[in-house]
Each structure stands twice: as structure tokens, then as C-alpha cells.
């Protein structure tokens, strides 16, 4: 699959802002921003708030008719991408009153709380099945996904919410556990899934063509010049390219921050170098959402000459 | 009503005729025109709604050229219009056919993302998905003889390798062709159920022994020692 920029930046950005929404509104009702002063909760509010309206932005960019974009909040019944834009407009209200909550110290607090915390997990789980749901891509295909990203999710928004606690002197050393396990547990995850994407199984150049008995190729695509199917689902790049892309994948989203984790859990008057692991970790997963699609062979290939997905 | 394609892939010889025809119909028909990027330039490209693959069947000598049409297979279980945000992919209840309606897709590719067979393409100009109507316009439409009721792809079919019918009609010619000649499904294993089916090429007519008589043997043994 074509890696969209402007959708590797929403999953990513928006990921993060919906991770650190969730994380604060779990603080919120476990009581662990109980000691934040009415300002760092609102900053760690915002911040969730940008990054998600810019990764929402960024999403509309790879419309090639955005001005039948109001549209999508149509099919909520069946479109899971429906279901995602619904979602996504529906917690802007309710962050909102979440924030005047905040402010005013409501006593409602916890239900305004939970309610985001329960749409960010929400939006991040209509999102991930947009590409779960697709028979057409086996390496998506997957319960997998939609348990990646909302671990992605809550991995780098919690990282975030760390950074930010730190940094304003408030960090409960505790949490840096959680989120340090956060961490094992996404890795232990996306190295299952490697395996599992690894494994040959599913349509063959023989089932698309209906010559089950007998060996196919490919002898003329039928086109001159690429056409929008070569460009959108053709994408091609060396094996051994991807798998040191994984590695350094690997050592980005999941190494270099969990020895800065640890590193910080050590010694606390360091931890502003949390922010350092946050912005490595983003860029890694930037790097991790290319590969997810890069990886994503299309069945729509075996048509165009592959011998299998 | 079930209304589809078979394809006979026994008699198609890859001459891409349906193509052009459905390209010629289209380009001015309900969808709007089926825009192209540099015509004339070294790499055009453009929206077509049927393409032709060519394929390499069994190993030499024993091969065989394949060629496959392909379009929408209108399928009775069509992601595509599951996955539509909008509401512009649907599916008409009465005959089967799949549309989408331009003036509702926002180009979010979705669609083309959930079709199996590469039937859904992007119209870079409009920035709207395009795919086979089945010519819609051109089936109902009562100004037209009646046996002009039919696709441009299977009227300008020089070899009539594409039938059209309708496929609940168990006496169609469709129904028939396909139950005669145990038409299929392409990657059914995905279950989309595709109504359009191909008909495999028939076996090859078994060849006589032929049968050499020892003087033969002699004479074709005497020619390859002189023609060395």
C-alpha cells in the first residue's frame, strides 16, 4: 500500500492527543492528577486537544473531494470510517465541558472525565478498524491492529503525560512504571504480529485467476504506464530494506525511550529528558506507520503479477 | 433481478476492444468523463473501468495464453459499499448493480481499498472514485433497439466472449453458459461473491498417435545424418 503522509501524520499525532485525553481522564478517576495544580491539568487538556485537531486536519488532505467531506457522518451504521468522524466530532463538546469542569472544579468532574477518556478509546478503535475490517490486505486483517493502535496510542500519549508532569515537578514515579510497561507490552505485541505477518497464507495468483492446478504468470498487465491501481497499491520496497527499517523502528519507538524510562526512574532530577524520549518515540512511530503500510500487500497485486500476498 | 457478466475465457483473445468500447461509452455517460493525465505525453495515464490482463497458464509446451477481462463483478457481498463513509458506493436492490454517485464521493479511496479486483480507480481530475456501471444508461434506455440493450464491452465483443443477463433467471443465457460450462468466481475465498463469472478455457482436443512405419523410421534417421 502507497503510504499517505498525511494519513502516517494523522493515525500518529492524533494517536497521541487521544493516548494523553485518555490518560487524563483515567488520572482524573484513579485520583493520580489529584496534586496537579487547575493549569497543568488544563495544559495536558490542550495539548491532547492540538495534537488531535492536527492530525484531523492532516487527515482531510488526502481527500481528492473534500468538499463532500461533511457527508461521511452519513453512514454510521456500516462505515467504520463514518463511525470515526461521528466519534471524533462528538468528543470535541465534550472535551470542551470537560475543560470547564476542570476550571471550575463542577463536581460532575468524574462523569465529564470518564466520557472522554471513554470516546478517545472509542475513536481510536473506530480508526484502527477502517484497516482491521479489510479482507483485501491479510496483513491488517487482524484483531492485532486494533489492539496496536490503541496500545501505540496509550503508549506515547502516556509517555507525554509523564514528559509534561515531569517537567512541571509533579511526576509520580509510579506512573513511570506504568508506562514503562506500557512499553514491553506494545513490543512484545508488534513482535507477535511480525511473526504472524511473516507466516505465507491467504489468496495466491492461482485463486485470482481461477487456474487453481497450474502455474500463472503474468504475461502483459495491459497498460503502458502506471495506473492508479500500480500507484496506490504497487508500492514496492526491498526486503531487506523493511527489515532494517523494523530495526531501527524497534530501537526508536521501544529501546532508546525504555532505557530513558529507566534512566529517569533512576535518577528524577533528569526528567526533562522525557521529552527527548517522547519526540523520538513520535518519530519512530512515524517510521512504524510507514512500515505498516509499505508491509500491507493488496490482493489487487496478484492481478499486476505477484504470486502471492 | 441479478444482473451481470460471463466471460469466456476460452474464446477472448485479449484484443482490449471491451476497454476501448466501455472507455468511448463512459467518458460521456452518467459518471461524467473518465479523465486522463497526459494523452499524448511519454506515461498516460487515466481512468478506465475494464482492464485486460494477459497471463502465462501451465508450463511450456503445455502453456496456454489467458486472457482476463476484468471489471466490477457487482458482488451481492460488496465491501465497497460497506466501507463508503458517505453513502455514495450503493448497490440497487432491484437489478444488483453497483454505483456510486459523484455528487456525494468526498475521494477518500476507501473503496477502492476493500474491492479485490482492482475495479474502483481514482479520476485524478474529478477526484472521485470511477467504476463500471454496467452501462445503466444504456440497458433501460427504451430509444435504443432492443438488442442495443446491452453494455458497450459485450455489443462490441468481436469474439461475443462477454454475455450479459441476468443471473437469477436460471434460464438466462448467462445462467445457462455458466452452468454448462461450470463457470467461476474469481478469488472466491474472499467472499465478496462476485455475480459476474469466467468461463475456463475448454481442454484441448486430445492429439492422435501417429503411427511410423519402419521405412519412415529409416528415412527420418537417413535426413538427419544429411542435414548434419
Redesign the interface.
Known amino acids: ?1 502507497h503510504p499517505a503522509f498525511s494519513v502516517l501524520i494523522f493515525t500518529v499525532t492524533s494517536g497521541a492527543g487521544y493516548g494523553l485525553l485518555a490518560w487524563l481522564g483515567a488520572g482524573q478517576m484513579l485520583g493520580f492528577t489529584q496534586t496537579y495544580t487547575i493549569g497543568l491539568q488544563l495544559t495536558l487538556g490542550v495539548m491532547a486537544m492540538v495534537l488531535i485537531t492536527i492530525g484531523l486536519f492532516s487527515s482531510t488532505m ?8 461533511w ?5 454510521f451504521r ?5 463511525r470515526e ?1 461521528v466519534f471524533a466530532v462528538l468528543l470535541y463538546p465534550i472535551a470542551s465541558v470537560y475543560a470547564a469542569a476542570i476550571l471550575w472544579q463542577w463536581p460532575m468532574i468524574n462523569l465529564w472525565a470518564g466520557l472522554s477518556m471513554a470516546f478517545a478509546l472509542i475513536i481510536l478503535f473506530t480508526t484502527s478498524m ?1 484497516y482491521a ?5 491479510r496483513q491488517w486483517n487482524t484483531p492485532m491492529v486494533p489492539a496496536l493502535f490503541m496500545a501505540y496510542a496509550l503508549m506515547s500519549g502516556g509517555l507525554l503525560f509523564v514528559a509534561v508532569s515531569g517537567f512541571f515537578g509533579v511526576l509520580n514515579p509510579q506512573l513511570l512504571i506504568v508506562v514503562m510497561a506500557l512499553v514491553v507490552i506494545t513490543l512484545a505485541l508488534k513482535m507477535v504480529y511480525f511473526f504472524w505477518q511473516g507466516k505465507p497464507t491467504g ?1 495466491t495468483i492461482q ?5 487453481s492446478q ?16 500500480n500507484r ?2 504497487g508500492y514496492q520496497v526491498a526486503a531487506d530494506f523493511l527489515l532494517r527499517l523494523r530495526i531501527v523502528m524497534t530501537f526508536t519507538v521501544f529501546m532508546l525511550p525504555l532505557v530513558l524510562l529507566y534512566w529517569v526512574f533512576n535518577s528524577p532530577e533528569i526528567v526533562e529528558v522525557l521529552v527527548g524520549a517522547w519526540v523520538i518515540m513520535m518519530a519512530g512511530l512515524l517510521l512504524e506507520r510507514w512500515l505498516f503500510f509499505a508491509e500491507a500487500r ?3 497485486r ?3 503479477g505477484d504470486q502471492r500476498t | 433481478m441479478k444482473l451481470g457478466l460471463v466471460v469466456d475465457l476460452d474464446t477472448c483473445v485479449g484484443c482490449h476492444a471491451c476497454a476501448t468500447a466501455c472507455k468511448q461509452w463512459n467518458t460521456s455517460g452518467t459518471i461524467g468523463p473518465l479523465s486522463d493525465e497526459r494523452p499524448h505525453g511519454k506515461d498516460p495515464s487515466g481512468s478506465w473501468l475494464n482492464r485486460i490482463h494477459s497471463y502465462e497458464v501451465g508450463d511450456s509446451p503445455h502453456s496456454k495464453t489467458v486472457n482476463i477481462p476484468m471489471s466490477c463483478m457487482h458482488c451481492e457481498t460488496a465491501d465497497c459499499v460497506t466501507v463508503c463513509p458517505t453513502g455514495a458506493s450503493y448497490k440497487r436492490e432491484e437489478d444488483g448493480i453497483v454505483l456510486i454517485d459523484q455528487d456525494k464521493c468526498m475521494g477518500c479511496n476507501l473503496c477502492s481499498w476493500a474491492c479485490p479486483y482492482g475495479a474502483r480507480e481514482l479520476d485524478a481530475d474529478s477526484g472521485t472514485m470511477k467504476k463500471c456501471t454496467l452501462c445503466v444508461d444504456r440497458i433501460y434506455d427504451e430509444q435504443l433497439p432492443e438488442a442495443e440493450r446491452q453494455p458497450a464491452c459485450v455489443l462490441t465483443c468481436p469474439t461475443s466472449s462477454r454475455v450479459f443477463g441476468d443471473f437469477d433467471d436460471p434460464d438466462s443465457q448467462v445462467s445457462k453458459l455458466t452452468r454448462e460450462r461450470a463457470g467461476q468466481q474469481l478469488m472466491p475465498e474472499l467472499g465478496y461473491n462476485p455475480v459476474n463469472t469466467y468461463l475456463p478455457p475448454r481442454n484441448p482436443k486430445q492429439q492422435d498417435k501417429i503411427e511410423i512405419s519402419p521405412m519412415q523410421g529409416v528415412r527420418q534417421l537417413v535426413n538427419r545424418i544429411i542435414n548434419r
Not at chain 1, 488526502?62 to 467531506?69: G, Y
Not at chain 1, 456500516?78 to 463514518?82: A, D, Q, V
Not at chain 1, 485463486?207 to 487456474?211: C, K, L
Open positions: 500500500m488526502h481527500l481528492a473531494n473534500p468538499k463532500n467531506a457527508r461521511s457522518f452519513s453512514r456500516t462505515s467504520w470510517l463514518s468522524a477502517i475490517s479489510l479482507k483485501t490486505i489468496a485463486t485470482a485467476t481461477g487456474f497450474a502455474s500463472v504468470r503474468l504475461l502483459d498487465a495491459g497498460h503502458s504506464a502506471p495506473t492508479f491501481l496506490e497499491f493488496h490482493v489487487v496478484l492481478y499486476q
